[in-house]
């Protein structure tokens, strides 16, 4: 089934500081999702991109979609200690499956 | 906002019983899921369910797994004779449009621990 490979595992970071996790394919993806997951909590959904290159804001959060649709990446800007918690990106094993699968997540701490 | 709702919240069973887990499904969803995530681990999926029937399913969910949507709006993951590697947070998971189209809803999850 479809692998995405998700780096890094950890990440400490000073509140304020930014924070990047990215997402790697070895097949071309159709779309990629992004959850996140506070401590004890349940995946929430984030953001789905669909396009070659996509690039999509959410306040603080910068999500990208690279050109040739096998890597994505997740920025936070100025990180707060409301962004505690596992990022996952997600992809679909083919075009008509009904599996999503999951990146192992980047478990973010945020210091203070 | 609607909410997938899991019961109960954690179970604990002896290896070899069989435990029922509950999901109640976002009311106008059509395609419901069963994803489990074993302590610190990824998320991963065991089955889906459209149309009254499998759509897909891992090679986690073997001949001990099943899933039942009872009624209009309960659907339950069966584990018929618990292992102790079966001990994981069990995440029920719904979505209004098929793969690719739409998000999908998580409930809080069941923590399964089998002794």
């Known amino acids: 089934g479809q692998q995405v490979m998700q780096i890094p595992q950890y990440q400490h970071v000073q509140e304020g500081e930014d924070f990047t996790t990215y997402c790697n394919s070895s097949t071309t993806l159709s779309n990629i999702q992004w959850y996140k997951q506070r401590p004890g909590g349940h995946p929430v959904f984030l953001i789905q991109?669909?396009?070659?290159?996509e690039v999509k804001k959410q306040k603080r959060l910068t999500f990208q979609f690279g050109e040739a649709k096998k890597n994505s990446s997740l920025h936070i800007t100025a990180t707060q200690t409301t962004d505690v918690g596992t990022y996952f990106c997600?992809?679909?094993?083919?075009?008509?499956?009904?599996?999503?699968?999951f990146g192992k997540g980047t478990k973010l701490s945020v210091i203070p | 906002e609607p909410e997938v709702t899991q019961t109960p919240s954690h179970q604990v069973t002896q290896m070899g019983q069989e435990v029922i887990l509950r999901c109640v499904p976002i009311?106008?969803?059509?395609?419901f899921y069963w994803y489990r995530q074993i302590l610190g681990q990824k998320v991963e999926f065991l089955v889906s369910?459209?149309?009254?029937?499998?759509?897909?399913k891992s090679e986690i969910f073997d001949d001990q797994f099943s899933v039942e949507r009872p009624d209009g709006s309960n659907f339950t993951l069966k584990i018929r004779s618990t292992k102790l590697e079966d001990s994981a947070m069990y995440f029920c998971?719904?979505?209004?449009?098929?793969?690719?189209?739409?998000?999908?809803?998580f409930g809080n999850g069941t923590r399964l621990t089998v002794t």
């Open positions: 009311s106008n969803h059509l395609y």
């Open positions: 991109l669909v396009k070659s290159g």
């Open positions: 997600a992809a679909y094993s083919g075009a008509g499956s009904y599996q999503l699968t």
């Open positions: 998971a719904s979505s209004s449009g098929g793969p690719h189209n739409s998000p999908l809803h």
């Open positions: 369910f459209y149309n009254n029937e499998i759509s897909e």
